[in-house]
């Protein structure tokens, strides 16, 4: 099955569920505050409920060097299938929470098992597609994660039918018994080989493991595509946790309208960007190998207009189109930065790679999250979140300068 034709298209399909699943189970416990604090009395304080997401982008990017670490070391089949089995099996013990203190560990450790998740995803599909559909390969995969984000916003849809409880044991139940599935049906394709003659002893494994940290932070490049990662990330996650916010201030409306607005809003319009930016960058790299690149800068020039009507807009129109074009704009940027990494790393070190960009990314995330949260109480939500603009200008003049790949597809 493995050498059809078919079959790199196949595993894309295997793992866009996989990414479906992961940012249902991580997105729902955002909206179903009301139904828990109901038999969770600590979180009706909005301090412990940010606790409680906080702890996992910090522990996800934390994690995320480390297991793109693994996942070029290790068969990455089994790191996904283990992934899913582990945080799935944590969203079903979430049903069975009763402490504020249960869901805390919980929280905790569906962090450390789902960052085991997007770099060897990622590198995987890479490694399958590695001729002139790469960026439409990865773009199609993360539909199910934007798919995902906007399905996570109906958990407490599902939670007010149901409860809370059920919420989390069926979904929960679903990924442990996709992870089966995927143990029969997936299968590695690495392209390289790991010498393991020269591995004598525990510490020489462990040298081996980290020597791509230390190539990927050596080249001048990877730190530019490291910057053009994470500037984003900064208006990225302000929209992600603020955008509702936004919506019901400026636009006067309560947030049970306000939340499924902004949310099908962006995650819709980033769905429709990734597909774009996937097919354009596969055929613009054929016509020049910065092809990826002019692509993905065409994708955060579209954001930086966004996120001044987003911030700035005090009427419906200008505040819709600005959430719309930051989604279309974002997924266009965001489909390309593992393509864009293909071009200037190894096949040994894309999983590595990813998963530092991961930790920056996401570690911004969590500081601008709590940055904008003291910003909301001061009344400067709306004009903080313009100025981010400035960070995705400082990007894209770097990544347009700076970027000058001599290979479509690196190789050993």
């Not at 934390?62 to 290790?74: E, F, K, V, Y």
């Not at 190998?289 to 692509?295: A, M, N, Q, S």
């Not at 807009?313 to 704009?329: D, R, T």
């Amino acid at each position: 099955m493995q050498e059809k034709k078919w079959y790199p298209w196949f595993v894309v399909g295997l793992l866009w569920f996989v990414a479906l699943l992961n940012y249902i189970d991580r997105q729902m416990l955002s909206t179903m505050k009301p139904s828990m604090m109901v038999d969770i009395a600590e979180l009706e304080t909005a301090a412990n409920f940010g606790r409680l997401m906080a702890i996992f982008l910090w522990i996800y990017a934390l994690m995320s060097p480390i297991s793109g670490i693994i996942a070029d070391r290790l068969n990455r089949k089994w790191m996904i299938v283990g992934s899913l089995f582990v945080w799935s099996a944590v969203t079903l013990m979430m049903g069975f929470a009763k402490t504020f203190d249960q869901l805390y560990v919980l929280r905790a450790l569906m962090g450390v098992s789902e960052a085991f998740y997007v770099p060897a995803g990622l590198s995987l599909i890479a490694d399958y597609h590695q001729g002139k559909n790469r960026s439409l390969a990865i773009g199609f995969h993360m539909t199910g994660i934007y798919l995902g984000q906007a399905l996570g916003g109906f958990g407490a849809t599902i939670a007010h039918s149901f409860s809370w409880q059920t919420t989390f044991h069926s979904f929960g139940l679903v990924g442990m018994l996709y992870s089966l599935v995927l143990i029969f049906f997936l299968k590695e394709k690495k392209a390289y080989t790991i010498d393991t003659s020269k591995i004598i002893s525990l510490w020489d494994d462990f040298k081996g493991a980290f020597k791509g940290v230390g190539i990927l932070l050596g080249n001048i490049s990877f730190w530019v595509i490291l910057f053009y990662f994470s500037a984003p990330s900064l208006p990225g996650w302000a929209t992600k946790s603020w955008l509702p916010t936004l919506f019901a201030n400026n636009l006067h409306i309560d947030m049970s309208q306000a939340g499924p607005m902004a949310t099908v809003t962006m995650a819709m319009s980033s769905l429709i960007g990734v597909l774009l930016g996937g097919f354009f960058s596969d055929k613009w790299i054929q016509r020049s190998l910065r092809g990826r690149i002019y692509t993905g800068a065409i994708g955060l020039g579209l954001t930086i207009p966004a996120v001044l009507l987003i911030g700035f807009g005090h009427e419906f129109l200008p505040i819709v189109v600005g959430a719309s074009m930051f989604g279309l704009g974002f997924g266009i940027f965001d489909v390309n930065c593992m393509p864009i990494l293909c071009q200037f790393a190894s096949p040994r070190y894309r999983a590595t790679g990813y998963g530092l960009m991961n930790l920056a990314g996401i570690s911004t995330g969590a500081l601008i999250t709590t940055f904008l949260g003291k910003s909301a109480d001061s009344g400067n939500l709306s004009r903080d979140i313009a100025l981010l603009s400035i960070f995705v200008v400082m990007a894209l003049v770097l990544q347009l300068t700076m970027l000058h790949p001599k290979t479509a597809n690196m190789t050993d």
